[in-house]
């Protein structure tokens, strides 16, 4: 079969357009941009922005500079002959009732801890945590919260709560009730453990009548005007601190003798600007040190100039009880 000259011509330019992609494909490949990674170092001496294809560069581990490596630049990309680990974990200092294992400063990269709480506190969160290579705990590091001994019941009291260990921890509540019938309890019907290891009230007494001592109290709130003593149908109003939501509220009533009606104040949420610049995310309102987020509502953030966001946790994040995740940009 014949070919005219006009397909030999467009034969000819197809074949130089084939030629010209593939000239360009190549030449991408043919470099590597410098070579960035905050897990290690480079001499100064030896950094460019362009590498050949087929060069090397020496490096030192940042976070371990007992290991070295090479990396080399292989069709635009670097090929490293060993990873280097992230950061090391810092251990908190001063957390009261607190025992780690082992007692150490800092955790390297992949490492875990595990963590204990003294006798008369309580952990809050895991018992072993792991330390990512971006320099962060998970699960977040946790706390021992004071806990509550058990106090000594009179036998006048009926306790309604079951209760299997000597010792309460933060939010427990016992519930009480008069044993004899036609006794009224003269004080609070239920007790909660607080943060502080104490018990909000004195323990009620049984009397004939239906009196009601002094509102218990709660924690992070305040009552309005307190007295020892108050009459069927008193009533008294709570308040909390600025940031902080009240739920139910915000008063309770004496009602045979037992003060009736909820009231809670939930603590907001506190970010820092350490907290955020450690995981290179910022607020939409950086000039802040301190970012307060009540109960439920959400917080925002971004990354910083040139971060980019791991995707481990959102950067939308809603507080829930003073407790909100923070997410990572590497």
């Known amino acids: 079969m014949l070919i005219s000259d006009t397909m030999k ?3 000819i330019l197809l074949i130089v357009q084939l030629l010209n992609l593939l ?5 991408q490949h043919a470099f590597c941009n410098e070579l960035e990674d905050n897990k290690l170092n480079v001499e100064l001496s030896l950094r460019r922005g362009q590498y050949m294809n087929g060069e090397t560069v020496d490096y030192k581990c940042a976070h371990a500079e007992e290991y070295e490596g090479t990396a080399t630049c292989y069709e635009g990309k670097w090929n490293k002959t060993i990873e280097c680990p992230g ?5 908190p200092h001063q957390r009261p009732g607190l025992t780690t294992s082992p007692i150490i400063s800092e955790v390297k990269s992949g490492g875990k801890l595990n963590v204990f709480c003294n ?5 809050e969160g895991a018992n072993e945590i792991e330390c990512l290579d971006t320099g962060v705990w998970s699960p977040i590091f946790p706390t021992c919260t004071k806990t509550c001994a058990m106090p000594v019941i009179p036998k006048t009291l009926r306790l ?7 010792r309460a921890k933060k939010g427990q509540k016992l519930k009480f009730e008069c044993k004899k019938r036609g006794k009224f309890l003269q004080g609070n019907a239920e007790i909660e453990c607080l943060e502080s290891g104490d018990w909000s009230n004195q323990l009620p007494r049984c009397g004939d009548v239906g009196l009601c001592s002094a509102p218990p109290a709660i924690e992070f709130g305040d009552v ?5 003593e108050y009459q069927e149908g008193e009533s008294v109003e709570y308040i909390c601190p600025n940031y902080y939501v009240m739920e139910g509220g915000p008063r309770r009533t004496c009602r045979n003798g037992q003060w009736t009606g909820h009231v809670r104040c939930i603590k907001p949420c506190t970010v820092t600007k350490e907290e955020m610049d450690k995981r290179n995310v910022q607020s939409r309102k950086p000039w802040f040190d301190k ?21 481990r946790v959102g950067l939308r994040q809603q507080c829930i009880e003073g ?3 923070l997410p990572t940009c590497v």
């Open 9 to 11: 011509l467009w034969l």
């Open 23 to 27: 000239q360009i494909s190549l030449s």
């Open 87 to 91: 950061p090391p974990c810092v251990v």
């Open 119 to 123: 006798y008369g506190y309580a952990l």
């Open 160 to 166: 309604m709560t079951p209760v299997e260990e000597r």
């Open 224 to 228: 309005m005007g307190s007295r020892t």
């Open 291 to 311: 970012i307060y987020c009540p109960h439920e509502h959400h917080l925002t953030f971004i990354c910083k100039d040139g971060k980019r966001h791991d995707e």
């Open 323 to 325: 407790v909100i995740s």
